[in-house]
Structures are given as structure tokens and as C-alpha cells.
């Protein structure tokens, strides 16, 4: 599988908040490939930087307070951090599209929802708007809206908030991306819904051959859909392998913990364990590794030095003492 | 939501009206000094028949219903001190001009404030920003007669491209309108600016950007209509404001507008000529209200179906 040119390389990615209280390393130091057709899960607690390791190399967070300390992120050829404002707003909505977090204020709501789905299609693809208007409400049919026309007329107030993440999804699918960058797109909805949303998802890109981008905090979700994964926590790279990999060996404490706190349905459990403890304060880390305070195995180093990457197959990589030490 | 709502709008006022006529006619009457108090040493004889004339010889209750009955014809009265002039004509006469100075100071201000706000959200913290924002300062700390004079001193006398007093020809209505509205025009550019930067930080316009959108873009169509809600709800104040207000500005530059009126029969006592027009202030600013009520359901789709 890693044998293709991925079509989107992020290497070392900093992404920092200068704000008044101090520079909060939000993202620090995170790599990342997908290749055609592959589903990336970016997993962490809250706060572990996920949404920000995607928006800030998409130009997408105000400059300032972000600002990107280093890194390459890049798209085919183009480094979309080094491109400029031109260059970035037209992948943006054509090549790669995002669906977000909180689709109950996603979407305009003083606009009519096709309005706003034909926007991404006039735009990238210069169509009319009434060639746009056709395009999008079979879109909305794709994800499964079966008024198309009368949702197209309607506002977002009128519709739940799984209906308005179709319309998120669909606004997202009309310009065929190549890459969807889906920023926990279940976690506002309820369980039977968000099963829904995650099949639509798989069937999508079953269908265009999109690669997926599935930030999300559950390891269930992980499970079901994902080909790799990326473990984060307080901006920094924990561990990365395959979704196989990961279920089967993990090695960092850190996913070991997150993966003991997951219902499983194959063995049964009482109580769940939680990870002890809370994220660490961004704009107080030390050089080590963040998740020192809470890990069970901590060691000396873990404090002062920061955790190399330790190679345990092509695949997986944990960012570890303890398998240095080993 | 919808038509209902502003039909209770609609038929809240008649009560709310003839509670205002109560007041300000008891108010007024219980003010020290009568109409005709300044006059010379007047006959004992004259004074009654302008009493009888007036209907003052009759008790204050009878008074009360005698102005209501005439109000329910659409009857303000005779003015006590236009002698031979009935407030109807007096209004007829002094509004219009108030009206059209009003309706062209709110053009000003909505022009200019709209534009300078825009302006000023595009690129928040640049000179973009501070240069329309503290214009605004002034125009909001400077009152219209120190406004009012200067653009007089600047165009009227300096430049001498537009004339400093009088209300005949277009260029007469420049000065007094951008002095009566530059205020309201500071104050709609913070309204319009707050309520374009309120709307920046909302997820919405996150999804406009990440379809592509230009900044323009996004402004126009995605920002304006919503953040142009704060200087809608302004609107009817502001209307009302300007042509009820405006008594300075007509004052410094001449203008034979019902301000002026207004002021002068409340020193004279003219117990009519104040209850007219303090009515038709009243109506002025619950038809610009009802109005603003009706452009907000249009505008915010929400309010539409609640
Ligand atoms: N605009 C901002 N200004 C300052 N700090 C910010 C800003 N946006 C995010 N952060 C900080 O960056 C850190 C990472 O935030 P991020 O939203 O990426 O977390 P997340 O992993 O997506 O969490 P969640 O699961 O809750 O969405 C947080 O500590 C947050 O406080
Ligand atoms: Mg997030």
C-alpha cells in the first residue's frame, strides 16, 4: 500500500497559538501520508490537537494568533503551506474538502441549503448555476436525501442535525475531491445515526475512490473503518500503524490506555477504566514526552528528552522510551 | 410565526396610544403657565371669549374628551398661537420638510455606515479598520452643532461649493443632511462592523472558506445578511430619531421644519400645536419600529417559521 506516491505528505508539521498567555503548541511536530483511496484515522482525547493539525495547513485558522513554525505539507507537488492565498482556496472545496465537527452551525442559516451547495461547483468547476443546481441535488440523493428538491429549497433550521451533516457530506462530495478531511463528523449525533453517517462514508468512497481523512476520538469507529492510524496527544505524535497493527500491538502507554478506556463488544466489561489524570497544559510543555504526567511507565528520560521514533514494523512507528529502551 | 405576531404588534397600539394622549395632555396642562399668560394686560372680557373660544373655561375632564372626539376625526385642533392656523395645516406644512431632511440624512448614514463597517470587518486591526473607526469616534463624540458649522466653514465658505442656509434647490439639502446623519453614520459603521466581526467567528463562515471562497465573497454573500441584522434593528430608531431630532440642525441652517415648531410652542405653551406633534412623533416611531419588525422577518429566516 505504501508503495504509491501519496497524494498528501504532511512532514513535521508546527502549528503554535501566540497568544497572550503564552505559545500554545497545539500541533508540534506531526507527519502524516495518505495515498488514493486510503482512510487515515486521527485518534487523541480532546484537545490533543486533531482539528488543528488539519485546518492549519489548509489556511483555515486566523493568522494570527496560529502561525505555522515549520514543516511541508504537500498536496501532489504543491506545499500548501509555502502556496499562496490563490493557490490555496483552489484545492480548497475542489481537491480537498472538509466536513466539520458541529454540523447544527456548519452550514449558513440565512441561506437556502442549495445556495449553498452549488457554491463549491460554481467555483472549482465553473458551471451555471443552473447546471450546479442539478449536480448538487443529486448529491443530496447520494447521501441518502430522498426530497432532493424540496431540501434544496429549504433552509438548514428546518433539518436535524444528522440531515445537516448529509448536507454537510454532500456540499463536501459534489466536486468529486480527492481527498475528505471528515473532523469528527458523528460525534454531535445520536448513536443509530452516527452508524448511518460512518456507512455512508464507506459507501462514498467505495464509489469516487476518495481518500478519507476520519478524525474521531472513538477507537470503535476506528476499528470499523480505518486502514491506518495516527494516535495524538498534546500536539505530538504518540503512535502510527495500521488499523490491524494497532488492535492487535500496540506499544504506546498512551494508546494502550485509550484502548483499555473503548467498549469492546467482544469481551464484556463492567466498568470501564479512564486514562487518570487530564491533557497536559499546551503552553507549559516540557521537552519530554506530554503524556509523562499520566503514563504508568514512565521513565527517568521521559521527562527531559523528547521520545524518538522507534520503527517496530514499515508501518508502525511509536514515539517511545520504553521500546528504545528494550 | 409571522403574520400573527405582527398583527398583535398592530393591535397593541391603539390602547398604548390613547395612554400616551393621556399623559402628555394632562402633562402639559399641569405644566406652570397657560397659552395665553405673556400677552399684554388683555380686557377681562377678551380673555374669557378666548377661553370660550379655546374650551379652557370648561373643566379639565371635558377638555380631555372634547380633544378626543376631535382626534378620532383626525382634528388637532386650532393652534392657540398661530392665530387663525389649525394644527393639521401647521403639521402639513413643517413635516414633509423634516421628512425629506430625515429620509436623506438616513441615506447618508446608511450609505456611509454601511460602507465604512464593511470596510472596516474586511481586514480587522489594519489601517482599513482605524481609519473609518475613528471617524466614527468623532462622529459619534461631536454634536451637530459643532458639525453643523464646520462643514458650513469647510464647503459653504472655504470651498463655496454649496450653500450654507435656506431649503430651495438639491444643493441646499447637502449640508444640514450630512450634518443631521453623520452621527447616525458613525454609529451604523460600529453596528455594522460588530455585527460583520460577530459573524467571522461563526462556524459558517469556516465552511465558506473551506469551499474556496474569496474574502469578498464570503462578505457579501455569506456575511452581510446576518451581520447587517444589528443596523436593521437600528433602523427605526434611527428614522425616528433623525425626524424627531432634528431641531439643531434646522435651527442652524434655517430650515422651516416641525422641530423648530415643536420647540416653540412648547415655551409658548400652544397646548395643541404640542399635542399634535408630540402624537405624530409617537406614531413616527412605532411605524419605524413595525417596519423594522417586518424587514426582520423577511431578512432572518428563522424568525419566518418560529
Ligand atoms: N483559535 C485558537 N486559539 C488558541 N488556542 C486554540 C485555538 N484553537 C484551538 N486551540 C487550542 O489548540 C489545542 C488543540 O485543539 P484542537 O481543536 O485541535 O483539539 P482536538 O483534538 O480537535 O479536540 P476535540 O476532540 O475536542 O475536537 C487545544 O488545546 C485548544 O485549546
Ligand atoms: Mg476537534
Known amino acids: ?326 | 410565526m409571522g403574520l400573527r405576531y405582527l398583527f398583535g404588534r398592530v393591535s397593541i397600539m391603539l390602547p398604548v396610544f390613547i395612554g400616551v394622549i393621556t399623559v402628555i395632555f394632562f402633562m402639559i396642562r399641569f405644566a406652570p403657565g397657560g397659552p395665553f399668560d405673556k400677552e399684554k394686560i388683555v380686557p377681562p372680557e377678551i380673555m374669557e371669549s378666548l377661553n370660550a373660544q379655546y374650551h379652557l373655561d370648561q373643566p379639565l375632564w371635558k377638555q380631555y374628551l372634547i380633544y378626543l372626539a376631535d382626534l378620532s376625526r383626525f382634528d388637532l385642533g386650532p393652534s392657540f398661537k398661530h392665530a387663525n392656523r389649525t394644527v393639521n395645516e401647521l403639521i402639513a406644512e413643517a413635516f414633509p420638510v423634516s421628512l425629506e431632511l430625515g429620509l436623506w440624512s438616513l441615506g447618508w448614514a446608511l450609505l456611509i455606515g454601511v460602507l465604512a463597517g464593511a470596510m472596516a470587518a474586511l481586514k480587522p486591526n489594519s489601517w482599513l479598520d482605524y481609519l473609518p473607526m475613528s471617524f466614527s469616534v468623532l462622529g459619534i463624540c461631536l454634536p451637530t452643532f459643532v458639525i453643523g458649522p464646520l462643514l458650513v466653514l469647510i464647503f459653504g465658505l472655504w470651498m463655496g461649493v454649496l450653500p450654507v442656509a435656506g431649503w430651495d434647490s438639491w444643493q441646499d439639502r447637502v449640508l444640514p443632511s450630512l450634518t443631521l446623519g453623520f452621527a447616525y453614520a458613525a454609529f451604523i459603521s460600529r453596528l455594522m462592523r460588530g455585527g460583520l466581526m460577530e459573524i467571522r467567528t461563526q462556524d459558517f463562515i469556516r465552511t465558506a472558506r473551506a469551499k474556496g471562497l474569496s474574502e469578498v465573497q464570503i462578505l457579501f454573500k455569506h456575511s452581510l445578511r446576518g451581520g447587517i441584522l444589528p443596523v436593521v434593528s437600528f433602523l427605526g430608531p434611527a428614522l425616528a430619531g433623525l425626524l424627531t431630532g432634528a431641531l439643531v440642525t434646522e435651527t442652524i441652517f434655517n430650515i422651516p421644519g416641525l422641530g423648530r415648531f415643536f420647540i416653540e410652542s412648547a415655551l409658548n405653551r400652544d397646548y395643541t400645536v404640542v399635542m399634535g406633534t408630540s402624537l405624530l412623533y409617537f406614531s413616527i416611531l412605532f411605524v419605524c419600529n413595525f417596519v423594522v419588525d417586518v424587514l426582520y422577518v423577511f431578512l432572518d429566516p428563522r424568525v419566518r417559521y418560529e
Open chain 1, 1 to 326: 500500500m505504501a508503495s504509491s506516491v501519496p497524494i498528501l505528505a504532511i512532514r513535521d508539521l508546527r502549528a503554535h497559538f501566540h497568544t497572550r498567555r503564552g505559545i500554545i503548541k497545539a500541533v508540534d511536530g506531526i507527519s502524516f501520508e495518505i495515498q488514493k483511496g486510503e482512510t487515515l484515522a486521527i485518534v487523541g482525547e480532546s484537545g490533543s490537537g486533531k482539528t488543528v493539525s488539519q485546518l492549519s495547513y489548509l489556511g483555515l485558522l486566523p493568522m494570527p494568533p496560529l502561525r505555522i513554525a515549520g514543516g511541508q505539507a504537500f498536496f501532489h507537488d504543491t506545499d500548501l503551506i509555502k502556496a499562496g492565498k490563490d493557490k490555496l482556496r483552489a484545492v480548497r472545496g475542489d481537491s480537498i474538502s472538509m466536513i466539520f465537527q458541529e454540523p447544527m452551525t456548519s452550514l449558513n442559516p440565512y441561506l437556502k441549503i442549495g445556495t449553498q451547495l452549488i457554491e463549491p461547483l460554481c467555483l472549482h468547476r465553473k458551471l451555471s448555476k443552473k447546471e450546479a443546481w442539478k449536480v448538487a441535488s443529486e448529491s443530496l440523493e447520494k447521501v441518502g436525501i430522498a426530497d432532493a428538491a424540496r431540501t434544496m429549497h429549504s433552509y438548514p433550521h428546518e433539518f436535524s442535525g444528522g440531515m445537516r451533516q448529509r448536507v454537510m457530506i454532500a456540499m463536501a462530495i459534489t466536486t468529486k475531491p480527492e481527498v475528505l478531511i471528515a473532523d469528527e463528523p458523528t460525534t454531535a449525533l445520536d448513536v443509530t445515526i452516527q452508524a448511518q453517517i460512518l456507512e455512508l462514508l464507506g459507501e462514498l468512497k467505495k464509489e469516487t475512490g476518495m481518500s478519507i481523512i476520519l478524525i474521531t476520538h472513538d477507537l470503535g469507529i476506528v476499528a470499523s473503518v480505518a486502514d491506518k492510524v495516527l494516535v495524538m496527544y498534546g500536539g505530538k505524535m504518540m503512535e502510527e500503524a495500521t488499523a490491524h497493527e494497532l488492535f492487535s500491538a500496540s506499544s504506546h502507554p498512551y494508546t494502550t490506555a485509550l484502548l483499555k478506556s473503548t467498549p469492546r463488544v467482544d469481551i464484556p466489561q463492567e466498568v470501564l477504566p479512564v486514562i487518570g489524570g487530564s491533557p497536559p497544559d499546551l503552553s507549559k510543555l516540557s521537552p519530554g514526552c506530554p503524556f509523562y504526567d499520566r503514563c504508568a511507565l514512565r521513565l527517568d528520560a521521559c521527562k527531559e528528552t523528547a521520545p524518538k521514533p522507534c520503527s517496530l514494523s514499515p508501518s508502525h512507528r511509536s514515539f517511545c522510551h520504553l521500546e528504545t529502551v528494550q
